[in-house]
T-cell receptor, first 114, second 114 residues
Framework: QQQVKQSPQSLIVQKGGISIINCAYENTAFDYFPWYQQFPGKGPALLIAIRPDVSEKKEGRFTISFNKSAKQFSLHIMDSQPGDSATYFC?????????????FGKGTSLLVTP | NAGVMQNPRHLVRRRGQEARLRCSPVKGHSHVYWYRQLPEEGLKFMVYLQKENIIDESGMPKERFSAEFPKEGPSILRIQQVVRGDSAAYFC????????????FGPGTRLTVL
């Protein structure tokens, strides 16, 4: 059972464009939503994360938008660059004493063309 | 400032053999998490360990899989009598503290079962 649904599966964006990746969840007990970036042959690296008490968080060209009522969150990559080409995973973690496991989406393969 | 280290990076085993995957956490981190990534899938939580203790193994298959994190040395994920379905990338993550802390991922071990 996939607790976090991610779309699209793949995305092609021209250099300088905006890349948008969406995630949705059902469990309202999730309280931490990170995004990870993974290059081929490497492990996932934390990109940016948000908690549900804010609706937006920006770090450089990367922005998370969070809609608590819709149970959706998205990653926006502004001015996308070829070096951003990677697989992006959203994740969610439970708000409980046993909530240490990250629940990942299936990933989005992003290709930024020159 | 070494990150999470995993070895081997690639492991080939024949059906029925044993696979041992090693993970050295970031220096100073005492919490280790193992995840499995099947092709075209996101990462799935397997087990969470602190030094000498298994905290949560709810994501581990009931048979053939075991994990440990001894007082000295790396964490080990052991798969006995491997089958083709065990072929996957296995990632280890570590954190300094528990649930609320950021998890830092290693580069993974890619297991191929022939």
């Amino acid at each position: 059972q996939q607790q976090v649904k991610q779309s699209p599966q793949s995305l092609i964006v021209q250099k300088g464009g905006i890349s948008i990746i969406n995630c949705a969840y059902e469990n309202t007990a999730f309280d931490y939503f990170p995004w990870y970036q993974q290059f081929p042959g490497k492990g996932p690296a934390l990109l940016i994360a948000i908690r549900p008490d804010v609706s937006e968080k920006k770090e450089g060209r990367f922005t998370i938008s969070f809609n608590k009522s819709a149970k959706q969150f998205s990653l926006h990559i502004m001015d996308s660059q070829p070096g951003d080409s990677a697989t992006y995973f959203c994740a969610a973690r439970l708000n409980s004493n046993s909530g240490y496991a990250l629940n990942f989406g299936k990933g989005t393969s992003l290709l930024v063309t020159p | 400032n070494a990150g999470v280290m995993q070895n081997p990076r690639h492991l080939v085993r024949r059906r029925g053999q044993e696979a041992r995957l090693r993970c050295s956490p970031v220096k100073g981190h005492s919490h280790v998490y193992w995840y499995r990534q099947l092709p075209e899938e996101g990462l799935k939580f397997m087990v969470y360990l602190q030094k000498e203790n298994i905290i949560d193994e709810s994501g581990m298959p009931k048979e053939r899989f075991s994990a440990e994190f001894p007082k000295e040395g790396p964490s080990i994920l052991r798969i006995q009598q491997v089958v083709r379905g065990d072929s996957a990338a296995y990632f280890c993550a570590s954190s300094r503290q528990g649930r609320t802390d950021t998890q830092y991922f290693g580069p993974g071990t890619r297991l191929t079962v022939l």
